[in-house]
């Protein structure tokens, strides 16, 4: 028997891998779709540059999209399920656009689209005009980092997946990762304020740097829903109780740590306020 056309097979192998995710979606299990997804990406990343122009593939394409966007959205990965719903709405309205039998399903996944996306504008926004609110500021406190972490020095514009959300690091800043492998871009002149910089040095090329001592405190507070805050270099989201911690030299520097990591690295100077916010 020939041999299948080796397109025709990567194509038959993704589509059956998008029905398993689509499968594995409808069951709740968001995670082990995104999974799934993952894996297929160099057969998805194959048929993409060999097919740009084919419609069918195209409609393949749109749906991969809108189930991962919904897997991060249902993930709490908001700021990923953003780009992705996006690509697959862009893909959707290009499609009929040429008029291609998209059929029902176009004005289904738009409709989805949108209202995953409306999940990621309803998170409260912390710092709309760049200052937090009255209520936030009352109850900051302040904490010191306590742990190290390690760097590398960025020579070009990098894109960095943060915890909190996609980010672009300008050339010359450094590339940090701390006490749980997360990563996030960090100014040179900041990074050298806080911390000094040692010999050691891994097998990835970071080196290790340790806070200073008397370094400034930061400050920091627990939110206990979703939200977001606009930082010098990106869109951030962060999940309950996750702490939202600002510079106490830069009040315009803020950022996102996640419980778990803020509770392990930092240690709190000051008690927390003991007043209840308002309407819990």
């Avoid at 059929?103 to 289904?108: H, Q, T, V, Y």
């Avoid at 937090?132 to 020579?155: I, Q, S």
């Avoid at 930061?218 to 869109?235: C, K, L, M, Y």
Wanted: with cysteine; proline share 6%; aromatic share 8%.
């Amino acid at each position: 028997m020939r041999s299948p056309e080796p397109d025709n097979w990567r194509r038959r192998t993704w589509v059956s891998r998008l029905e398993n995710v689509g499968r594995v979606l409808k069951k709740g299990d968001y995670a082990g779709a995104l999974e799934l997804f993952q894996e297929s990406r160099q057969i998805f990343n194959d048929l993409r540059v060999r097919e740009p122009d084919n419609l069918a593939y195209r409609r393949e394409l749109g749906i991969a999209m809108y189930y991962v966007g919904r897997c991060y959205a249902l993930c709490q990965q908001f700021t990923l399920a953003k780009r992705y719903l996006d690509q697959s709405e862009s893909i959707i309205q290009g499609l009929i656009d040429a008029k291609a039998a998209f059929g029902s399903l176009a004005e289904d996944m738009k409709i989805v689209s949108e209202q995953n996306k409306s999940v990621l504008i309803a998170i409260p926004l912390l710092n709309p005009d760049g200052k937090l609110a009255t209520e936030l500021e009352e109850e900051l406190v302040l904490a010191v980092k306590n742990k190290p972490l390690w760097a590398k020095p960025l020579h070009e514009e990098t894109v960095v997946e943060t915890i909190e959300g996609r980010v672009i690091a300008t050339a010359g800043s450094y590339l940090c990762r701390g006490i749980e492998g997360e990563l996030w871009p960090q100014q040179a002149a900041k990074l050298l304020d806080k911390y000094l910089p040692t010999t050691e040095y891994d097998g990835d090329g970071f080196q290790r740097f340790d806070p200073k001592p008397n370094v400034q405190p930061v400050e920091a507070v627990s939110i206990p829903h979703d939200f977001r805050v606009i930082a010098q270099w990106g869109d951030l989201v962060g999940l309950a109780d996750d702490y939202l911690v600002r510079s106490t030299t830069d009040r315009g520097d803020v950022w996102i740590v996640s419980k778990a990591i803020f509770e392990a690295s930092y240690a709190l100077t000051q008690p927390p306020p003991t007043q209840p916010r308002p309407n819990e």
